[in-house]
């Protein structure tokens, strides 16, 4: 009989538009996860972690190609390939997906502790004392947090796929508890029986739970969040887009007037248009977001330049720069106004330059600040530069240990002196180095060359760790994620100076954050400290500011001007 034949597969017009659109969507998807791999230290890409939500597309597309391909195939596809499919790869990938939108809500709270002083849970410190795995957990990063919990969970589904498998004879009829098998008349009775049933549950409620409880939680949490990079956007568009998947499966299978739309439509498409719509906001948004700060970028280096021309033989009395290079090369190099601060309200200098921008630093850096942290999540630029400044001008210039003393009674009083100054400014950089670029202790690390840092680590890394013991490193290309928040005590002793001075630092890491403030270091003070140490890095992160949060602060200001003038 004709119902008896053996099933084929199907390669009409359909499949093959299907098979076309899986090959075309993926190269599509590799040039772009391409792209944005290779433009991973751009400041939008280093605070996204991208790497964790590409990880994520991968085996939510390899679900989706098995989907496109499943109209052609599935006349003869074994039974038991789409549970294994659907129970593995798409928990797997909607798990880490929804585990890398987390990434969006813990930066933006993180943020805010540059602009609201938020105390930590007492808790944690104390927890940071205890074993077990409890603790240990707790004392994890974030990206650590989300894999464990992504793991656990995982292990749990792939237990209880595997017993669904045993014990159900659907897909075998050898073993397993008897009538559970797969009922019907013909081969493809039985094969749409084997996707039906109890033992589809799990991978149903993993679904259900991650798009009707996990993606509404992070909308709610997400809605007073306006960032300037499009992450809110892609965050609320990804949880959107999965709302339907899984009513709408369940919908195809079980409803008898389905069944004309599956003839061309198959029940697990339904997923595969939420899966296209994700990889859609996940790669393409940020590539876009990428381009658009290179144009933003290039038109402030343009506007820097035309001003620059315009009033490089200014003779009104405005501030000119006569060298061929532009003020951003002479802002890599260290350079800053002479006069201590930038008249930005004269009419022939431009506020996207490095002098607008130094005049907002210096005079009120709060608002430029509250942006960076709330908007564009790079608020620790911002607080670097401000507590550079702060540490230049809080101390007075050092002693001159005697150069033009006289007496011996002078001239050690003068070293005491110059020695003290020394130690208090190098405890005052120390902090500095911890809170803003020691991969090892800050929160956020702000971008600084790689030389900078190999710099900066040889004169403050030892005494850091002196003081604060050793921790685990933080992957440099992820700043966002937070260092373990305890560590075991350290015991260590600094080396005495030439003088016989020494101190013994029994540090515990746990403890609260004002407490850390006044520690002190008072072993040797390297060789390469000075007050210029931190020129060259903060030369880098003002360039940075200049050409991403700078232009971006000034056109919402203009913006808000404007709309105000309207009104």
């Not at 990938?93 to 002083?117: C, D, E, K, P, W």
């Not at 849970?121 to 240990?136: C, E, N, V, Y």
């Not at 797969?182 to 549950?201: L, N, S």
């Not at 080396?495 to 630092?505: H, M, Q």
């Given at each position: ?35 944005l ?49 659907m ?25 805010r ?75 493809a ?49 990804c ?54 700060h ?14 620059e ?23 890599v ?7 201590g ?38 608020g ?40 003290d ?147």
């Amino acid at each position: 009989m004709e119902s008896d034949m053996k099933p084929t597969a199907r390669v009409d017009s359909l499949a093959i538009f299907y098979a076309v659109l899986a090959g075309t969507w993926t190269c599509c998807l590799l040039a772009g996860a391409t792209f944005l791999l290779r433009n991973r230290d751009s400041p939008i890409l280093r605070i996204r972690g991208i790497a964790l939500s590409i990880c994520a597309v991968g085996f939510l597309h390899c679900y989706w190609v098995s989907v496109q391909f499943g109209y052609m195939t599935g006349p003869v596809m074994p039974g038991d390939a789409e549970y294994w499919i659907m129970s593995t790869w798409l928990p797997l990938g909607i798990a880490l997906f929804h585990a890398s939108n987390t990434r969006f809500l813990h930066v933006a709270r993180a943020q805010r502790r540059f602009v609201v002083y938020e105390k930590l849970d007492a808790g944690r410190h104390t927890k940071g004392r205890r074993k077990g795995l409890l603790a240990r957990f707790y004392r994890m990063d974030h990206t650590s947090k989300v894999f464990a919990l992504v793991g656990a969970g995982m292990v749990f589904q792939l237990f209880v796929t595997v017993l669904m498998y045993v014990v159900s004879r659907k897909w075998h009829s050898s073993w397993g508890i008897p009538g559970t098998e797969a009922r019907g008349k013909t081969e493809a009775e039985r094969q749409a029986e084997m996707v039906r049933g109890w033992e589809w549950w799990p991978s149903v409620f993993w679904q259900i739970f991650w798009a009707w409880i996990v993606a509404p939680i992070i909308l709610w949490q997400s809605r007073g969040i306006h960032d300037t990079q499009g992450w809110r956007l892609q965050t609320i568009a990804c949880c959107v887009a999965s709302l339907h998947a899984a009513p709408m499966w369940l919908v195809a299978l079980y409803v008898p007037a389905m069944e004309k739309v599956n003839q061309y439509w198959i029940p697990p498409q339904w997923i595969a248009v939420s899966i296209m719509v994700i990889e859609m906001f996940t790669i393409f948004l940020p590539c876009w977001e990428v381009v658009r700060h290179r144009n933003l970028r290039q038109e402030t280096l343009d506007s820097i330049a035309q001003w620059e021309k315009k009033n490089k033989f200014s003779l009104n009395g405005a501030k000119s720069i006569t060298s061929g290079s532009t003020m951003v090369d002479s802002a890599v190099t260290g350079w800053k106004s002479t006069d201590g601060s930038v008249k930005t309200s004269h009419s022939n200098e431009s506020i996207l330059t490095m002098g607008a921008l130094e005049h907002v630093l210096e005079r009120n850096p709060g608002p430029l600040l509250e942006f960076s942290a709330l908007r564009d999540f790079s608020g620790e630029n911002i607080a670097f530069l401000t507590s550079v400044a702060e540490w230049k001008s809080a101390l007075p210039p050092l002693t001159s240990a005697g150069r033009n003393s006289c007496h011996p009674e002078k001239l050690a009083e003068d070293l005491t002196q110059s020695k003290d100054q020394v130690r208090e400014r190098f405890n005052r950089a120390l902090r500095i180095y911890v809170n803003y670029i020691s991969s090892r202790d800050a929160d956020f690390q702000v971008n600084l060359p790689s030389q900078t840092i190999k710099t900066l680590e040889a004169v403050f890394e030892a005494p850091a760790r002196t003081l604060f013991g050793d921790k685990s490193d933080v992957d440099p290309a992820t700043p966002f994620d937070m260092p373990p928040a305890a560590v075991s005590q350290r015991k260590g002793s600094a080396s005495g100076s030439s003088t016989g001075d020494s101190e013994k630092a029994i540090v515990d890491a746990c403890i609260q954050p004002d407490r850390q403030d006044r520690l002190q270091y008072g072993g040797e003070i390297p060789d390469g400290f000075s007050d210029t140490v931190f020129d060259e890095a903060e030369a880098s992160i003002k360039y940075l500011v200049l050409t991403n949060t700078w232009p971006k602060f000034v056109k919402e200001r203009r913006s808000s001007m404007d709309s105000v003038e309207s009104a």
